[in-house]
């Protein structure tokens, strides 16, 4: 079977749908290329006029199979917005601004506007949109939003996602969805019947613990996450997730808890409790108590499970318990980080306790 082969034909959307449909060689041309090297020609072009015809068109290629390629201006740099998909286009009949509040500076516009004429909307107001990308007189509002963009000013001002309170969208499967603010009690009502269908007994839930978490782009992570992947000290014996000892931030736990697990596994071992360790402890953003610890020994384990349990516990896994225990205010970063983080006797998470 070619690997286009589509199941129906595509031109089926004429007959159910009030949009503009193109499926001549010229207009998929058009739509092959973006502001990056990728060219890749669509299967068909798709102009809804109205919502009924996104829905339509989405559900027409969700039961045939048929993947979709939401498109504005197509100015993405990464072949964000060509593939061998149904290009669905918004930017020629949803382009309007819905509502202006001047006083609370808010504006609600479809996705196909372009971010220029935005901005010349919002001028005589004193205003404009922040998020200015080089693209300015061909990226859309809606492309702007599904590729997170960013601009020259992002650094105060942030990305498109700190500068956006709502989206009201048609994902793939057909279905209307609203993201942006919820009501936080009908939001646990609802996921605690979830719940029940399929956990018996009892449990522990926590519905966002850390509150409003909002904070993003450059003035959340700056200096805090990459620089160091944990894979790289761990050694090959132990499973990671692949994240980040988060900069030289001991209030984070990629790192805290790195070494912690460390300093306990190590204790266990030497205090003859088991020939072998891991230390599994997993932490929710908002709670110091970790909602996981738990010790695997690989069948090598000597004493009771009571008798690890003890001595587990003696070995506080609250961040600044952790802080405290392991001095990590006052690490040498330059050297203690150097030829990996573990297996030198010298630092504080490799020391036998006294227990």
């Given at each position: ?20 449909f193109y499926d001549d060689e010229f207009s998929k041309g058009r739509y092959s290329t973006d502001a990056s090297i990728y060219q890749i020609q669509p299967l068909a072009v798709f102009i809804p006029k109205s919502k009924d015809d996104v829905i339509k068109a989405v559900n027409f290629c969700l039961n045939n199979n048929i993947s979709i390629l939401p498109r504005g ?283």
């Open positions: 079977m070619p690997k286009d082969f589509v199941p129906v034909p595509l031109s089926e959307l004429k007959t159910f749908t009030n949009g503009e201006g197509g100015t993405s740099q990464c072949g964000q917005t060509v593939n061998r998909s149904l290009v669905i286009d918004n930017s020629k009949y949803f382009n309007k601004i819905i509502d202006f509040d001047e006083k609370n500076k808010t504006c609600t516009v479809e996705p196909g506007i372009v971010l220029d004429e935005l901005n010349k909307f919002l001028k005589p107001f004193g205003l404009w949109f922040p998020v200015d990308v080089s693209t300015s007189s061909r990226a859309t509002i809606g492309g702007m939003a599904g590729n997170n963009s960013c601009g020259g000013r992002s650094l105060k001002y942030g990305m498109m996602r700190d500068n956006v309170l709502s989206i009201e969208a048609i994902l793939n499967d057909g279905k209307e969805y609203c993201f942006g603010d919820i009501d936080i009690d009908e939001l646990r009502i609802n996921l605690e019947d979830m719940i029940t269908k399929y956990v018996d007994g009892k449990y522990k839930f926590d519905l966002n613990p850390s509150g409003s978490f909002v904070k993003g782009g450059p003035a959340g992570d700056t200096g805090l996450t990459g620089r160091k992947i944990v894979v790289d000290a761990y050694g090959p014996t132990v499973p990671v997730g692949g994240g980040a000892f988060s900069g030289k931030d001991p209030s984070k736990v990629d790192r805290s808890a790195a070494y912690a697990a460390r300093h306990l596994a190590k204790n266990i071992v030497a205090h003859n409790l088991a020939d072998k360790c891991q230390i599994r402890v997993a932490y929710a953003i908002g709670k110091a108590e970790p909602y996981e610890l738990s010790v695997d020994t690989f069948g090598s384990q000597k004493e009771k499970d009571s008798v690890v349990n003890d001595f587990v516990s003696k070995f506080g896994m609250k961040p600044g318990v952790i802080i405290e225990r392991l001095d990590l205010l006052n690490v040498n970063y330059r050297e203690d980080t150097l030829f990996s983080h573990f297996g030198h006797e010298n630092r504080n998470w490799e020391k036998i306790e006294d227990i």
